[in-house]
């Protein structure tokens, strides 16, 4: 089950003028469930993204890169679950732009501003038509209030639908920033198995807005590990429709764009901690705090080598303070110059090894009363910079093999 | 339960002249089961070895590299199971200085010709008076043909012993190599949570044995995974005790060099997949093969991002042929030219995909029969290079799980 992790309440999801949502159940994997969601964006509105650095990226994934590029404007974002069009060769990619070309008719835009997402099974062909079958449902159905039902009709394994609005008084103007995301297996950063999607009424100019989502998925996205895999489909997007009386925001330093990323980070920064709390068998939350190191990079290196562990994952999963499990996992991370007698290691507030070794001052109890919790934060103090990061992870069940094992099925 | 791994027969382990084993219980973690063996060397043996590259290596990994760095030779080797005797600082190292030094005063020796292993639950101090009060026990009780005792008496979460023995014959000289070798969990190269022990009766030059050990550890033992947690504590010696009548070896590119290189490869590589077959959990012995690679490092890398990934894991547990996992691990693994049009991919002898997705030829059927194989062969064509790469992994199943977050009750 999700850990402390509380549904979104629909009446808490702000719209966001100028995106409207339309869902339908279109039979992709499963009878009766919403799997088709289309977003149209009102004329204007600019898209950023970054996406999966998998080299076996799928179909969708380089038919939305090329229709970023274009200058035409995007009007609409497609997605389905039920099926990652991933893996499935030229037909893929003609797939993928059969269902762009079919939502373009209906909404009488041309393909190449149509985004397709996909996400579900990897290396079977997409059912086309049972999504083109699907569509006009969807487009009969535009709403701007229902990023509810959005949420929920991207979600593949995920038990509990991800989404948040959030406000924040620029130059006295309200702008809001509402935001959905899917995911809980085949999360690793860069991106995951993840797909999100943030809106906001301000009007933001397009160089800052791919600036703006890179800063805030490599905040977010890309500090979460569930399995290890980096899935073939991950996409953030960014949507500003500029439809906010606010001035357009150009500068990344500005008042405004630091107020706005601050903002647009936190909502990225929730949804990635959701999809953790509901990673496939989670029963634990883990924080690992990676501080003093030199660079980021060998901080983050230390926090993976933990948080992928399966041997310090299942340890989690028990209860069991078999910490030196972590001392390991710090000891293989790969930096070959790390002095283990100089860092130590914290379970939440309690000090667990030091000098190489157990610290005088730890008694198991403490270890075992703090395993317990369902909200664990793991810290590990170099002692050779001045560099921190903080990446999150769940714990390796039962459950998890069990989701995996019979993903298909 | 083991895949397809034969638990090996006293009566066909050799004796190695010039090798003699004494094991004791020594009550260390569990009553009333060997924990303890010493293994005596004869006056004039040599001794190389390949460590765990992990910087939290365990307290007897430091003082068996000082030990072998001493130039009086090496006249025993002492392990013992239960306790690690990693990540336990200052007084980790004094007491494996001490268990050397009680067996250097029984056997007349300097404690620097002793070398100390150790493997089990790691930062928990050594029980250095139960160790020293069970070395009388083993020392009387030598002998030159109890290496089954021997493999036993390492083991910790094995369920089978590791043990195997092979002669070759050498300018009418019979040469025999034993070796016997322990780890189930926490094992990936660079070594893994690994003991391995080969002995020859053969001279050998101290240079070539150690390009030797190190040229057989490349080949076996760093070309498994079971989870992708390199140990504190592994190594592998290579024994070469001289009392054969064959001419001292000394050039690896000999006759009796290559010949000698050959069965020692074959001897690791055997206790090497005995390990991996042994996998905690383990329900399927899966060997990945990477073709036509520009390099070893691009084709381990990607054979090691497959052999690795809990999805592709869990799926052969489950006999799912949800291959697109696969093809979604390459994609992954960070070979950033890949050209994923390019490759081929195989389940036995099964072509699977090509032309970046599922081949026109597969059948869902063929690829269900394979998996519901206990062996079973993933192979992996590039197409870019001459280079190809072996490695071999299990599944990832519940008994993994379940070993795992009870191993220290």
Chains 1, 2 share one sequence.
């Not at 080299?55 to 994934?61: I, K, L, S, Y």
């Not at 797939?95 to 762009?100: E, F, H």
């Not at 030199?294 to 933990?306: L, S, V």
Request: aromatic share 4%.
């Amino acid at each position: 089950m999700p850990v402390n992790l509380t549904p979104p309440v629909a009446a808490q999801l702000l719209p966001v003028a100028g995106v409207s949502l339309g869902i339908a159940a279109a039979n992709i994997k499963r009878e009766n469930r919403k799997d088709l969601l289309v977003m149209q964006l009102c004329d204007g509105a600019r898209v950023a993204g970054v996406f999966t650095k998998n080299r076996f990226c799928a179909a969708p994934v380089i038919v939305a890169r090329e229709h970023l590029a274009q200058p035409d404007g995007i009007r609409a974002l497609l997605v389905n679950t039920g099926n990652a069009n991933a893996g499935t060769g030229e037909q893929g990619m003609n797939d993928a732009r059969t269902t762009c070309a079919a939502l373009a008719g209906l909404l009488g835009c041309k393909a190449s501003q149509i985004l397709p997402f996909s996400t579900g099974v990897i290396m079977e062909p997409l059912p086309v038509n049972k999504i083109t079958a699907g569509l006009p449902g969807a487009v009969t159905n535009m709403r701007e209030d229902n990023w509810l039902d959005a949420a929920q009709a991207i979600m593949t394994t995920d038990i509990v639908a991800k989404a948040i609005s959030r406000q924040v008084t620029i130059d006295g103007v309200t702008i809001t920033i509402t935001g959905i995301a899917k995911g809980s297996g085949m999360i690793h950063p860069n991106m995951a198995t993840m797909l999100g999607y943030i809106a906001t009424d301000a009007a933001i100019a397009q160089p800052l807005l791919q600036a703006m989502v890179s800063e805030a998925a490599n905040r977010s996205f890309n500090c979460i590990t569930v399995d290890g895999d980096t899935s073939t489909n991950d996409a953030l997007m960014l949507i500003a429709t500029g439809k906010s009386v606010l001035h357009e925001i150009k500068a990344a330093d500005s008042h405004a764009g630091k107020a706005l990323q601050l903002v647009i980070t936190e909502v990225a920064t929730n949804l990635a901690q959701a999809i953790v709390r509901d990673g496939e068998g989670a029963t634990k939350f883990i924080t690992v705090q990676v501080e003093g190191g030199r660079d980021e990079d060998e901080c983050k290196q230390i926090g993976y080598a933990i948080a992928r562990s399966p041997l310090v994952k299942t340890a989690f999963f028990a209860s069991d303070p078999n910490l030196g499990r972590i001392l390991a996992a710090i000891g293989y991370a790969g930096i070959d110059d790390l002095d283990v007698a100089a860092l130590k290691l914290y379970l939440d507030e309690v000090l667990v090894a030091e000098n190489g070794g157990r610290a005088a001052s730890y008694v198991e109890e403490e270890g075992q009363r703090i395993m317990q919790q369902s909200d664990i934060t793991i810290r590990v103090v170099l002692n050779r910079g001045a560099v921190n990061a903080t990446l999150w992870t769940c714990d390796f069940s039962y459950d998890y093999v069990k989701i995996n094992a019979s993903y298909r099925s």
